[in-house]
T-cell receptor, first 110, second 113 residues
Framework: QKEVEQNSGPLSVPEGAIASLNCTYSDRGSQSFFWYRQYSGKSPELIMSIYSNGDKEDGRFTAQLNKASQYVSLLIRDSQPSDSATYLC??????????FGSGTRLLVRP | DGGITQSPKYLFRKEGQNVTLSCEQN?????MYWYRQDPGQGLRLIYY???????QKGDIAEGYSVSREKKESFPLTVTSAQKNPTAFYLCASSMAGALYEQYFGPGTRLTVT
């Protein structure tokens, strides 16, 4: 069973700090990697996609991919209370299916 | 505005009734997907369609049916055979090809009693 693992949290950080969210995946043939943000009661919103090893920055968000270690992370700089949500890691595996982790709940304390 | 719409937002049904959830997109995406989300769990794929008049079962297709008669529309029917239908149902779409980002509609919360 191909899996995407995330710590369920909650991860609690003070306002202005860097939040670091991590995800590991089991299928070494996975090719595309995504981070979605989901507010309580709402649908997931795509915030980052990354396809090759290294870092990808978009505003306050940085996605990091390490295929050799099979992990992908999301850094949120200058965290704001409005960033409080559940962050879902999703991976397109070697059979071209999008597999979701169960999410990490982030709490940003004012 | 381009996007994905799902209706209704909330749906209540009695056990034993079939119910159809609507999903429409105007993003000109070829591929459409249905997921189910239960509390504290990740999304699970029910059905997907890469092209009109063709669709495939996902990981949890039992008790569900779909149709894809138009590129813009991908309705999901939850039948009485689905043992635990109460869940948050999410429709998504993407460009053709399996490696592209999927974008989600607002979801339908179905409660069956």
């Amino acid at each position: 069973q191909k899996e995407v693992e995330q710590n369920s949290g909650p991860l609690s950080v003070p306002e202005g700090a860097i939040a670091s969210l991590n995800c590991t995946y089991s299928d070494r043939g996975s090719q595309s990697f995504f981070w979605y943000r989901q507010y309580s009661g709402k649908s997931p919103e795509l915030i980052m996609s990354i396809y090759s090893n290294g870092d990808k920055e978009d505003g306050r968000f940085t996605a990091q991919l390490n295929k050799a270690s099979q992990y992908v992370s999301l850094l949120i700089r200058d965290s704001q209370p409005s960033d409080s949500a559940t962050y879902l890691c999703a991976v397109i595996d070697s059979s071209y299916k999008l597999i979701f982790g169960s999410g990490t709940r982030l709490l940003v304390r004012p | 505005d381009g996007g994905i719409t799902q209706s209704p937002k909330y749906l209540f049904r009695k056990e034993g009734q079939n119910v159809t959830l609507s999903c429409e997109q105007n993003l000109n995406h070829d591929a459409m997907y249905w997921y189910r989300q239960d509390p504290g769990q990740g999304l699970r794929l029910i059905y997907y369609s890469q092209i009109v008049n063709d669709f495939q079962k996902g990981d949890i297709a039992e008790g569900y049916s779909v149709s894809r008669e138009k590129k813009e529309s991908f309705p999901l029917t939850v039948t009485s055979a689905q043992k635990n239908p109460t869940a948050f149902y999410l429709c998504a779409s993407s460009m053709a090809g399996a490696l592209y980002e999927q974008y989600f509609g607002p979801g339908t919360r179905l409660t069956v009693t």
